[in-house]
């Protein structure tokens, strides 16, 4: 299974998630690709947000290796699934769709009305993004390996 993680700039929350689900599925010897991407083109080629870095290694991820691309219409036939942390996102991706078959593969990460919050502009979020990124990770990985 190919999965794809997006966000806005791919530097905090995508990351987050990638690196998660990456890590929980190697634990639960899954052979997953797991990737993100963001909707935005401004931090293509750099590094997590340091304080993604910081939050995910505190809690035994690395994900210091990860560098930023830029969503494209070519991922929509890549990944078998695109699972965006917000609402905007989530028209991005669909806007850029072009067949009902794409449309299918792309939903929400958490739930079809919970938004994962963008912690960029507030360190203090960076903790409870975390946590929540990681609950819906280990939850992804039981429903997606039934």
């Given at each position: 299974?190919?999965?794809?993680?997006?966000?806005?700039?791919?530097?905090?929350?995508?990351?987050?998630?990638?690196?998660?689900?990456?890590?929980?599925?190697?634990?639960?010897?899954?052979?997953?690709?797991?990737?993100?991407?963001?909707?935005?083109?401004?931090?293509?080629?750099?590094?997590?947000?340091?304080?993604?870095?910081a939050i995910a290694k505190s809690?035994?991820?690395?994900?210091?290796?990860?560098?930023?691309?830029?969503?494209?219409?070519?991922?929509?036939?890549?990944?078998?699934?695109?699972?965006?942390?917000?609402?905007?996102?989530?028209?991005?991706?669909?806007?850029?769709?072009?067949?009902?078959?794409?449309?299918?593969?792309?939903?929400?990460?958490?739930?079809?009305?919970?938004?994962?919050?963008?912690?960029?502009?507030?360190?203090?979020?960076?903790?409870?993004?975390?946590?929540?990124i990681e609950e819906r990770a280990?939850?992804?990985?039981?429903?997606?390996?039934?």
């Open positions: 299974m190919k999965i794809l993680m997006v966000c806005l700039g791919n530097i905090c929350r995508s990351p987050l998630a990638e690196g998660i689900l990456r890590q929980l599925a190697a634990q639960n010897n899954l052979n997953w690709e797991i990737a993100s991407a963001g909707t935005g083109d401004w931090h293509i080629g750099q590094p997590a947000d340091r304080r993604s870095i809690y035994g991820y690395d994900i210091a290796h990860q560098r930023a691309r830029h969503f494209d219409a070519g991922m929509l036939d890549e990944y078998d699934l695109i699972l965006v942390m917000d609402k905007k996102n989530l028209r991005d991706v669909l806007n850029i769709a072009s067949s009902a078959e794409q449309r299918k593969k792309v939903r929400l990460f958490l739930t079809d009305e919970l938004e994962v919050t963008d912690p960029y502009f507030d360190d203090n979020l960076f903790d409870p993004v975390f946590l929540t280990k939850k992804l990985i039981k429903e997606l390996n039934t």
